[in-house]
């Protein structure tokens, strides 16, 4: 049965990707082949539609194809630099190293995505709880307690009065908010996919005021774990840089990297234009510098994706850290402000009647 147009339902995640690859690695190393070893994990994978996409592999390497080219049948599931570095280990005799690169580098990539994502969950709930709070003693709470504080002509603090005030204009604006909120959001929407728009956002992530370290760090690890495993796995540089510039995701590193790609057809190292570009730390264009020079790039690379992946790591928890007692004095912040908005006048209220 072929299997040209999948309809997925559940997404193939890079945690399912490098079991898979893990798995594969494993069954190559023991000399079982290719087609009975995708057969074999595709029989123990619990994603259905991963599993179809892995017997479908297995039925195209019968037919003749080889794996590199039965992997771009499904660019969706395994990117360009998956099936580049496959197509580079098929050439050299080298796929059973290729596939355990392959494996650590995404459960490198797994474990490193899974820790940023744990270290904003908690925050972002924290957030949106205290959104949803606020909107609701807005909305529902201050309305039924502004003729108690109408009728009792006491005195009301600056909080509590633009409590109400807020609370009247949503009552009557609701909709135009939303829809402001819903343009905006729109707007924003569709420049971020325009080229334009797509670079500005990048440019402000990657200098975001007291991040900026950090999230540079992250694409240092990644583009120098990437671009070590392309070389080692005998994928040529220039095409390495190409894929490490679609890998990355980010316009201001592609546009760097594409440019590096086209002084390298000129014979200018690559060191040279990661040198003068301010985007780069000065120690990494030394650190390639250094690989051209001694002919171990690869190497180097990948000792310089290690630092890069711990300082990153170290800056997470840091931050992570911190996050905790900031949100507490927030929360606290919060509570105060409400109970001084509404409790206050209410005692103040029962003192006069008593």
């Keep these: 049965m072929t299997l ?7 997404r193939v995640g890079l945690g399912e990707r490098a079991v898979f690859t893990r798995q594969l690695a494993a069954m190559v190393e023991a000399g079982i082949s290719l087609v009975k070893a995708l057969n074999m994990i595709a029989d123990q994978t619990s994603n259905k539609q991963f599993a179809a996409v892995i017997f479908d592999i297995s039925r195209r390497l019968e037919e003749g194809e080889n794996l590199s080219v039965a992997l771009s049948h499904y660019s969706d599931v395994f ?13 050299s005799g080298r796929l059973q190293d290729v596939l355990k690169e392959l494996a650590i580098q995404q459960e490198d990539d797994n474990r490193f995505i899974s820790s940023i994502r744990n270290a904003v969950v908690y925050p972002i709930f924290i957030i949106v709880a205290m959104i949803v709070v606020g909107f609701i003693l807005t909305i529902v709470v201050i309305p039924k307690l502004e003729s108690l504080f109408a009728d009792s002509q006491t005195p009301l603090p600056f909080t509590t009065m633009a409590f109400i005030a807020t609370a009247k204009f949503l009552q009557r604006y609701w909709y135009i908010i939303l ?32 991040f900026s370290g950090l999230i540079k760090g992250i694409y240092m690890a990644r583009f120098a774990r990437t671009f070590s495993m392309l070389i080692k796995s005998g994928v040529p540089i220039i095409d390495s840089i190409t894929i490490v510039s679609d890998v990355l995701g980010n316009e201001v590193y592609k546009s760097i ?27 990494v264009g030394q650190m390639v510098l250094a690989g051209e020079q001694t002919g171990k790039l690869d190497e180097i690379l990948l000792s310089m994706a290690q630092y890069y992946k711990e300082d990153s790591d170290s ?3 840091l931050l992570s850290s911190l996050v905790e007692p900031a949100l ?27």
């Design 79 to 91: 990117p360009k630099l998956y099936i580049s570095a496959i197509r580079a280990a098929e050439a």
């Design 328 to 354: 507490i004095i927030v929360v606290g912040l919060g509570v105060a402000f409400i109970v001084f908005s509404i409790m206050v006048p209410i005692y103040q209220i029962a003192g006069t009647i008593q």
């Design 179 to 210: 829809i402001i909120i819903a343009g905006i959001i729109y707007s924003l929407r569709l420049y971020s996919k325009t080229k334009n728009g797509k670079y500005f956002f990048d440019n402000l992530i990657i200098n975001l005021p007291g």
């Design 4 to 10: 040209f147009n999948i309809s997925f339902k559940r």
């Design 315 to 317: 800056k997470i928890k």
């Design 257 to 283: 990297f594409l440019n590096a790609a086209s002084q390298l057809e000129r014979g200018i190292p690559l060191s040279t234009p990661i040198s003068k570009s301010k985007e780069f730390p000065s120690v």
